[in-house]
């Protein structure tokens, strides 16, 4: 994931239900190379369960919460606080699998999926998937 911004165009860069989608690593690299120094990113990522194994083919990209803050130093910030959040989601993600309940039919044809299976192949990736959580990261761009 290459950003297509010059070194550096930002004071901040938000990742909000993203960073699950991208190369972890790499994307927080490419955050910290658009910022300026001492420049700021707000991100949310989902996070594996504390010592669970991770199908490699699926939701491999989940991590542990412990490791967020090597992975912000690595990719070059600095000042990073790191808080689990999942008490504050857990509610909101059993409010959307009611709905995806309710407007089932609706949700298929629009999205020309089967929910059973596209919710079987998301839970067998991780064992225990109801243990994932949810992290919120801030940080700030090292002085160059």
Do not use: W
Not at 52 to 76: I, T
Not at 103 to 109: A, G, L, P, T, V
Not at 122 to 141: F, R
Request: with cysteine; proline share 5%.
């Amino acid at each position: 994931m290459d950003l297509p911004f010059e070194d550096p165009s930002f004071d901040r860069v938000f990742a909000l239900e993203s960073v699950i989608h991208m190369e972890r690593p790499r994307a927080l690299r490419e955050m910290a190379r658009v910022l300026v120094p001492g420049g700021r990113v707000a991100l949310t990522d989902l996070t594996a369960p504390e010592g669970v194994f991770v199908d490699e083919g699926k939701l491999s990209s989940l991590v542990e919460l412990r490791h967020y803050p090597r992975l912000l130093a690595d990719a070059g910030f600095d000042g990073h606080r790191v808080r689990d959040i999942t008490p504050h989601t857990a509610r909101t993600l059993c409010l959307v699998a009611e709905n995806l309940g309710i407007h089932r039919e609706e949700f298929e044809r629009i999205h020309q999926v089967n929910l059973e299976d596209l919710v079987k192949s998301t839970a067998s990736s991780v064992v225990g998937a109801a243990d994932v959580g949810c992290l919120i990261a801030v940080a700030y761009t090292k002085a160059r």
